[in-house]
């Protein structure tokens, strides 16, 4: 079992990045493969990334592709999403999630076993 805990998130203007940052409280995330989600209000949860137990295979979405990176360091216990280009529509509560199923990335919700409680990330035009 792990709890994760997300901070990073803020107030940016468009073209700005954020760095976001998902820890263990409780537990360690080195067994798990890691993913981002988003959401905003009346929608459903977003896949943003997904990273695998070793961090050597990677998946973004479309949206985000070339300007949020995943990534993991494994000897600090930590889970990255840099964000740069920050856009308007990137604005959304940012989840990271843990997954003990098999594979390298997912990208489905439904699949990830434990979620933090979120980071607000503001994006203003």
């Known amino acids: 079992q792990v709890q994760l805990v997300e901070s990073g998130g803020g107030l940016v203007q468009a073209g700005a990045s954020l760095r976001l940052s998902c820890a263990p409280s409780e537990g360690s995330l080195r067994s798990y493969i890691m993913g981002w989600f988003r959401q905003t209000p009346g929608k459903e949860r977003e896949f943003v990334a997904s990273?695998?137990?070793?961090?050597?295979?990677?998946s973004h979405a479309d949206s985000v592709r070339g300007r949020f990176t995943i990534s993991r360091d494994n000897a600090k216990d930590e889970l990255i999403l840099q964000m740069n280009h920050l856009r308007p529509d990137d604005t959304a509560v940012y989840y990271c999630?843990?997954?003990?199923?098999?594979?390298?990335?997912?990208?489905?919700?439904?699949?990830?076993?434990?979620w933090g409680q979120g980071t607000q990330v503001t994006v203003s035009s």
């Open positions: 999630a843990a997954s003990g199923r098999t594979g390298s990335t997912l990208t489905n919700p439904s699949n990830y076993y434990y």
């Open positions: 990273i695998s137990r070793i961090g050597g295979s990677t």
